[in-house]
């Protein structure tokens, strides 16, 4: 057994001074060489390690990139004009046509029989509200989830939106879901792992009395909807999978005000939290460069 494997890594070995599998059109030596072996070493560890097929090319983080932007576009236009009355299937209605008419289509829609081309979690909703014919009332809190697909790429981003005047412990909901994504995302660098974002994560929604999600995560995004690694949000810093250079993927830290536990509605998406309590969720798409991390919705 341990043989055939051994030949069969041999066989997959580039030579020093051939092209990198990376596609840079630099030698292997001068390119990913020593990550490899790095990830070799750790791999043998019983460490999780990406596979290269979650190693982005610089042109598809290109496109990447401008499919995030303009998803946050989007969220940016809706600034400002969410508001009590407002039904969140207008909402929807908006962003479906703006995106058509851009040449562009909404990666949620008919997405494993989806029904809209955008989630609207209102309040005790966690996340895949289904946009419908409900006026926002007063003091909501609303997480919008735009997914776009622009020139066959994917970019995902979500953020919460405050309707009227919501109460004191709406508004620490959110503002501390939003700390904890950018905590989280200060953890992103090589060789540290998707358990040092969660850790980070956890800590600080805990240290404020709310918890974290624990049935749905970030994901690998960009040349799919979801991709590998699943971004977990919460659990201990030695866990999970290494974090390489151009690796591209949600963080999407879904923070309640009381029980981290979930129930989904007979319509298969709706996730609300098991007792009612109020969760807000704030997501980016984000690359792993060499010494650290880019936001790129
Ligand atoms: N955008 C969501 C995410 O962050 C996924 C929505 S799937 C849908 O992963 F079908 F509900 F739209
Ligand atoms: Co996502
Ligand atoms: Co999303």
Known sequence: ML??????GTINKLNRND???CGSQKKYKKCHLELDEKLDRLEHEGIEVPGRELIKTESQIDGIRKACQFSRSILDSLEGKIVPGLRTDTIDEWVHDYTISQGAYPASLNYRGYPRSICTSINDVV???????????????VN?????????????????YLVGDPSPLARKLVEVARECLYLGIEQVKPFNRIGDIAYTIEQHANAHGFSVVRDYGGHGVGLQFHEEPFVHHYG???SGMVLMPNMVFTIEPMINAGTYKCRTLADGWT??????????????TVRVTFDGVEILS
């Open 19 to 21: 092209f990198c599998w």
């Open 144 to 160: 919008i989830d735009v997914t776009t697909i622009l020139d066959g790429y994917y970019g995902d981003t979500s953020r919460m």
């Open 271 to 284: 996730t609300l939290t098991a007792d009612g309590s109020l969760s807000a969720q704030w997501e980016h």
């Open 236 to 238: 201990p810093r030695e």
């Open 3 to 8: 043989i055939g494997h051994k030949e069969a």
């Open 127 to 141: 996340c895949h509200g289904i946009p419908e014919p409900r006026e926002l009332q007063d003091g909501d809190i």
